[in-house]
């Protein structure tokens, strides 16, 4: 998955520098945004969901790869919040980037980014994200949040039948379905589990996905539902969590997590 990460924002940083030279931008109007004099190099912006997070940092680490000698990349971290997204944004279109990329996390906020950087002239990409309207993107990359959510189902329905011979589990999942990316997971999951009716969802967590948002929900939760012994969430943040959790409660070894 971070192999796949990389690589998408690779294909992404591609798609942006063809667009970029296309433009005919030189950037030669003196100090750039990224602080670079070079008169050649080009300066990007990044704006991204969390620099913290893993899948991120993979991200970053592949655009980093693929920029030329004398190009710039400038981070933007809004840290989930879409009011501090939409302020940011703002910025980056009133400075003079030759393009920008666009982490969002989910298609309205992506889709109106694209169309801000439309209006202002800026080429715009997007990584790991549908947006729901890609007329202001010259290029765009993402996976599927349905097969993430169909396959995390896969997972766990292996995982509870090779530890207990069976399919029988009470599920607790950590999934908000307030988004395009939480939706879209959230149905794959049900879809990959609903071959096996035994396996019966005790509750759903509508967090936001971070490790510090989940932590007291998935605790009260397991401490009230003793009867939870199969967990799926939907990334890494989540997953620490609920690892985290087992361990405070000494029941690792009792639940199965995905």
């Not at 035994?198 to 539902?225: F, G, H, Q, R």
Request: net charge negative; proline share 3%; charged share 20%.
């Amino acid at each position: 998955m971070k192999l796949l990460k990389k690589v998408a924002a690779i294909m992404t940083v591609t798609a942006m520098l063809l667009a970029s030279s296309a433009c005919g931008n030189t950037g030669d109007s003196g100090e750039t945004p990224g602080g670079s004099t070079n008169p050649n190099g080009k300066n990007f912006a990044h704006i991204s969901l969390d620099v913290s997070f893993s899948a991120c940092q993979m991200m970053i680490a592949g655009m980093n790869d693929e920029l030329r000698d004398g190009d710039t990349l400038e981070l933007y971290n809004y840290e989930l919040d879409d009011n501090k997204f939409m302020e940011m944004m703002e910025q980056i279109v009133a400075m003079d980037y030759d393009g920008v990329i666009i982490y969002a996390k989910d298609g309205d906020l992506g889709g109106e980014a694209a169309n801000m950087c439309k209006e202002a002239g800026l080429p715009a990409t997007a990584i790991d994200i549908a947006c729901n309207d890609t007329s202001g993107l010259v290029g765009y990359s993402f996976g599927s949040d349905y097969g993430l959510g169909y396959n995390g189902a896969v997972a766990l329905v292996q995982g509870v039948y090779e530890k207990t011979g069976a399919y029988d589990c009470n599920m607790l999942i950590v999934c908000r379905d307030t988004d395009t990316v939480g939706a879209e997971r959230l149905r794959g999951f049900m879809d990959g589990i609903a071959e096996h009716p035994e396996m019966n969802l005790v509750y759903n967590i509508m967090e936001e996905w971070s490790t510090d948002a989940v932590l007291a929900p998935i605790e009260n939760t397991l401490v009230a539902n003793p009867e939870i012994d199969a967990i799926w969430c939907p990334n890494a943040q989540v997953s620490a969590a609920a690892v985290q959790v087992l361990e405070e409660l000494g029941r690792t070894d009792d639940v199965v997590v995905v």
